[in-house]
């Protein structure tokens, strides 16, 4: 999203600005298919299609065309392998086409859409920049081309994953800010007034006071949402887990020592819980890497998180 606000502004000022696309990666490309960045006339730099040598000598060939006349977009494709007549002189092993795209003062009206809107597909082509209303797209990003002058780039605008954290301590402070840096919108939650880590708590675009007994009622269910539970009482997460086990997340982890998880399932299942449903979740929660502090648990629920985010 920052990207498209940064073009925007750079375009505002009247200055040129290059957009660079991984349109599509096989193998072990550093840049993956949608990764984006911009180069403008001011020498800014802003986002990242895989960093190293690749991104050093594209962004240097978009340095030079920035000092010349207009061009029409085109690719360049980047093999990782030695002994290539296309090597990039990385040798990871895989390959990456990247779109040049000059961005014009006429793409305002365009991007300024695609910052508010959350439900449509950009459409790039040689002639075309703009969004299309698209209901269910079969993927998030899609590239066909049949020669240089006939291809489209789509992509989902807007892509964002969201996660709920519910309970507002030091480990559901830490674990928000970095998620937050991540590009994760994170919600908190807490039923507690008036709690200092809540306060503190400056990386959720949401924070909200709740009864626990509704946290049904306040998170949406779908194939984008990420549920980590950290409340301060074994009674609570008992109470949240057993109201959002049977809906549709793409996570739900519960925070707690395997003592505490097995005492807690036994009691669910005594109670009528379905098995199966107990199987969905991540408890303990996280990767475990032996974490002790706030800030350590943070990292082992984020990286749990990445991985099933990136498949």
């Excluded at 061009?71 to 980047?78: E, N, P």
Aim: some cysteine; charged content about 25%; hydrophobic content about 40%.
């Amino acid at each position: 999203m920052e990207i498209w606000k940064n073009i925007v502004t750079h375009l505002e000022r009247g200055q040129k600005v290059i957009l660079l696309l991984v349109v599509t990666h096989h193998g072990s490309s550093p840049g993956k298919q949608g990764f984006k960045m911009i180069v403008a006339e001011d020498g800014t730099l802003y986002g990242s299609i895989g960093g190293g040598r690749t991104e050093f000598n594209l962004v240097e060939e978009a340095k030079n065309l920035l000092k010349e006349k207009p061009f029409k977009a085109f690719f360049r494709k980047q093999v990782h392998r030695e002994n290539d007549s296309d090597s990039s002189g990385m040798i990871c092993a895989g390959e990456q086409l990247v779109l040049f795209y000059p961005m014009l003062s006429k793409h305002i009206p365009t991007l300024k859409r695609i910052i508010k809107d959350n439900n449509a597909i950009l459409s790039i082509s040689e002639d075309k920049f703009d969004l299309e209303k698209i209901s269910s797209p079969d993927k998030d990003i899609s590239f066909k081309q049949t020669d240089s002058l006939r291809w489209v780039y789509r992509e989902k605008v807007n892509r964002k994953s969201y996660v709920y954290l519910i309970g507002g301590g030091h480990v559901g402070l830490a674990t928000a800010k970095l998620l937050d840096t991540l590009d994760f919108e994170v919600t908190m939650f807490d039923e507690r007034a008036n709690l200092n880590t809540f306060e503190a708590n400056s990386f959720s675009a949401t924070k909200r006071i709740i009864d626990y007994k509704e946290i049904d009622q306040h998170i949406p269910s779908n194939d984008n949402t990420y549920i980590v539970i950290l409340t301060h009482a074994f009674e609570t997460d008992s109470l949240i887990f057993s109201k959002l086990l049977d809906k549709d997340y793409k996570y739900i982890g519960l925070l707690g020592s395997k003592a505490k998880i097995k005492a807690m399932f036994k009691k669910m299942l005594e109670n009528g819980c379905d098995k199966n449903l107990l199987q969905k979740a991540d408890a303990p929660i996280g990767i475990d890497i032996h974490s002790k502090t706030p800030a350590e648990i943070a990292v082992s629920i984020a990286a749990k998180i990445i991985m099933i985010k990136n498949g």
